[in-house]
């Protein structure tokens, strides 16, 4: 298993300029340790819209590399963008998938099919151009930055275990959207 808080740190070592929709637990961690929120967009009262938005924000900037950080509580109540995003296959489209078995965010119930179910499996039945799983970070670390530089969409499955939350300053979603936007109408 992946401490939750060491993987965000390997994918934010090399994100670049990329855009970064993060969700649930994984946005708390995200949000503690990132270093240009203005390419952040937090996602929290809408579980399973994460791989959505993030596939809408691929396809209007083609040209700059979408980060989503989705759970795996969270995908499952969306499994069918995986089909959508792989119909779409944006080529700049990183789809991570914390996996932790249980519903973090509600208070620690399992998920349907906890440990059975195959998301790096399920990406690839659906059409994605890869599909990646991790339980070591090491492993994770030595990948990550080969990973992002394929053509996607890409999934990436890790296993982690969640420890204590490092604190941040709070956004709102009206911030998060008007920082977005100003950035985006620059570039």
């Not at 929290?44 to 900037?61: D, I, N, R, V, Y």
């Not at 995986?82 to 080529?91: G, I, R, S």
């Not at 906890?114 to 990646?132: L, P």
């Amino acid at each position: 298993m992946i401490p939750s808080l060491e993987a965000v740190k390997a994918i934010h070592a090399h994100r670049q300029k990329a855009l970064v929709v993060a969700t649930m637990t994984a946005r708390e961690e995200w949000d503690a340790i990132s270093q240009d929120r203005s390419l952040d967009f937090p996602l929290f009262g809408c579980m399973g819209k994460a791989s959505s938005f993030g596939l809408g924000l691929a396809l209007a900037q083609p040209k700059r590399k979408v980060l989503v950080i989705d759970g795996d509580g969270s995908l499952l109540m969306n499994l069918g963008s995986l089909a959508t995003v792989a119909n779409k296959a944006p080529a700049n489209y990183y789809h991570f998938v914390f996996e932790d078995g249980v519903y973090t965010t509600t208070g620690g119930q399992p998920i349907p099919a906890a440990g059975k179910v195959s998301f790096a499996g399920m990406a690839r039945a659906a059409g994605y151009a890869a599909a990646y799983e991790f339980d070591n970070l090491e492993e994770l670390v030595t990948e990550v930055g080969r990973i992002l530089q394929q053509q996607g969409p890409v999934l990436v499955c890790l296993k982690v275990r969640h420890g204590e939350i490092p604190k941040s300053a709070p956004r709102t979603i009206q911030q998060a959207v008007k920082e977005l936007r100003d950035l985006l109408a620059r570039a």
